[in-house]
């Protein structure tokens, strides 16, 4: 498919469209299919690196498709996620969550606060974590081994270990992962307009939060032991509420507990499809570093985009983003940019350089960034030592991605070995 501009005659409008003439619009969002890069990547990049588009609540937006002007917007203050937020402002898509939480960990004004989440966040700070990510991916691999092939991975393996971690690093019962990913089910839900399930779904789940939180006894390990620890101080305990703790944990869980788990699948899908990138790996189990930062590079898990909103206006290639405007990161297209990346769409774990926005860039930069290649090192070098004829059970062509969801992920991974 190519990128062809449908054009809309449209007056001036305060977030974007031109005064008095047309306005064209390139297509979006992308095809959902998370194992093929979309063909209107490299037509916007190359021919349109920032293009106007509608997103799926009608509102105007810029689209930036190049690893310079995503860079650039990426690290720029002036454009800010907390602000997508704000009431009257173009939307991406409608919220699911209340906006305060939009930008949850700029609004961590505490130093103990912040602290106690980075702490959680480094893979230093738990010296069991990487024998207890081996046992747990080795665990899940014996289930899987014992119920024979086919087995279907998305629920038998990168579910329960990517959302078991997060139930670790929080410090709540590692039992819970599946009522709390089947939240996440509803809260990363794009849609145009706002929807019945969003806002009972979340504070279905906070209100498990505090439960944990103020559980008898109170919590000692993780990050809720950290924030109960933290309450009994006199330099933080007026200044802090349980639903703001809780909060902090609940965001955390689902924004780490989705991305590792969607990544995941994804790279697991490409080591499928080019068994000979797994047979290195068990060659050279040494590169499982360079293999993950190149899977990152080449995953589209990411899904629609990452939104800014402009708070002053700024030149951004040859156009002039006004305040107010609404940017969308494509990081596929930076990812994939041969002005960076040469020959972007082969997998290359020999690359030297790889500069990719995977985990963002600047202030919003994933503080988890560390922790996620620890979590995909561990769990790709299980599967490919212990199953390493891993191949899809069904053509590739037959993987049902997800519709309207924050990541690209196919709802299913039956798998051979």
């Known amino acids: ?87 009257g402002v173009p939307r991406q898509y409608a919220l699911t969550i209340p906006p305060e939480v939009v930008n949850n960990m700029g609004n961590i004004n505490s130093a103990g606060l912040r602290n106690a989440v980075m702490k959680t966040l480094s893979p230093r700070a738990d010296r069991e974590l990487d024998g207890w990510l081996r046992a747990e991916a080795h665990r899940l691999i014996d289930g899987l081994v014992a119920q024979g092939a086919p087995g279907e991975l998305r629920d038998g393996f990168t579910e329960p270990y990517s959302a078991a971690l997060h139930c670790r690093l929080l410090g709540i019962p590692t039992d819970d992962w599946r009522r709390l990913m089947a939240g996440i089910d509803v809260a990363f839900i794009t849609s145009p307009t706002p929807f019945a399930g969003a806002t009972p779904n979340w504070y279905k789940d906070l209100g498990y939060m505090v ?65 000979e990138l797994a047979d290195r790996l068990r060659a050279e189990p040494a590169l499982v570093g360079a293999a993950v930062d190149e899977l990152l590079r080449v995953n589209l898990s990411i899904g629609d985009a990452l939104p800014r909103l402009a708070l002053e206006d700024v030149q951004v290639g040859d156009v002039m983003v006004r305040a107010g405007e609404l940017v969308l990161v494509l990081v596929e297209g930076a990812n994939y940019d041969p002005a960076v990346f040469p020959d972007p769409e082969r997998i290359d774990f020999g690359r030297t350089s790889n500069p990719h926005l995977a985990f963002g860039a600047g202030r919003h930069f994933c503080p988890a960034s560390a922790l996620g290649r620890t979590h995909a090192e561990i769990a790709i070098t299980a599967l490919v030592e212990r199953l390493p004829a891993l191949r899809l059970a069904l053509p590739a062509e037959q993987l049902a991605w997800r519709p309207g969801f924050i990541k690209r992920l196919p709802e299913r991974l039956p798998v051979v070995w």
């Open 1 to 87: 498919m190519t990128v062809t501009d449908p054009v809309t005659t449209e007056p001036a409008t305060s977030n974007g469209a031109p005064q008095g003439g047309t306005c064209p619009y390139a297509e979006f969002p992308l095809p959902r299919r998370g194992d093929v890069l979309p063909a209107e990547v490299a037509v916007l990049r190359e021919e349109r690196p920032i293009a106007k588009v509608r997103t799926l609540t009608g509102d105007p937006a810029w689209l930036v498709s190049s690893h310079a002007l995503a860079k650039q917007v990426l690290e720029d203050e002036r454009f800010s996620l907390k602000d997508t937020a704000n009431p």
């Open 211 to 275: 439960g944990q939180l103020n559980a008898d006894p109170e919590p000692t390990e993780g990050l809720l032991g950290r924030f109960a620890e933290l309450r009994r101080s006199p330099d933080v305990s007026d200044r802090v509420s349980d639903e703001l703790l809780a909060t902090v944990a609940l965001s955390l869980f689902g924004a780490g507990a989705v991305s590792t788990s969607s990544f995941l699948l994804n790279a697991i899908v490409y080591l499928c499809e080019q068994p």
